[in-house]
């Protein structure tokens, strides 16, 4: 890419960020997600928040991110790891929240119901706070009987 004194191209380095998958849910990109916090020019890096403090899935991220941008010529771009604010699912974008329920997930929602992603029902219980991973509750939809993973708020 160039020395570190180069300004970095913002939005190449964003469209190459959303290439980048979730490893626990692949169809949604990193920008998806609301990981991503910015990119800063001096020194260059990528600023990301993850899910919680705690996530399984940060480390893979941030190789994911690093295999991108070595890929891309974009060696000498750090990732830098932001705690505070501390990440939401408000900072989900709207084609995430789409993606996640044609995936099968019900998208977060404060509301105590959840919408069934496959029938669009909202006559659904929480059976289990725990989902497949530590960020999704297991829930049941009451009108097809079908069970399903929600976002957990937060």
């Known amino acids: 890419m160039g020395s570190a004194a180069a300004a970095i191209d913002k939005s190449a380095l964003m469209a190459l960020l ?7 849910i692949p169809v949604l990109s990193i920008l ?5 916090r910015g990119i800063e020019d001096n020194p260059p890096r990528v600023r990301i928040t993850p899910t919680y403090t705690g996530c ?6 941030e190789q994911l991110i690093r295999e991108a941008l ?6 000498d771009v750090y ?8 990440w ?9 929240r789409e993606r996640l329920k044609a ?25 289990s706070r725990f989902g ?7 829930w049941r939809c009451n009108s097809c009987l079908e069970p399903f993973d929600r976002f957990k708020c937060h």
């Open 79 to 86: 990732i830098e790891r932001q705690l505070f604010p501390p």
């Open 132 to 138: 497949s991973t530590p960020c999704k509750a297991q």
């Open 56 to 61: 399984p899935a940060t480390l893979a991220i």
């Open 18 to 24: 959303d290439t980048v998958p979730d490893p626990e």
């Open 103 to 127: 995936f099968g997930i019900a998208p977060p929602d404060p509301s105590a119901k959840a919408e069934c992603p496959r029938c669009g029902s909202i006559d659904t219980v929480e059976v």
């Open 32 to 36: 998806d997600l609301g990981i991503v």
């Open 70 to 75: 070595d890929q891309n010529g974009y060696g």
């Open 88 to 96: 939401t699912t408000d900072w989900i974008s709207d084609r995430g």
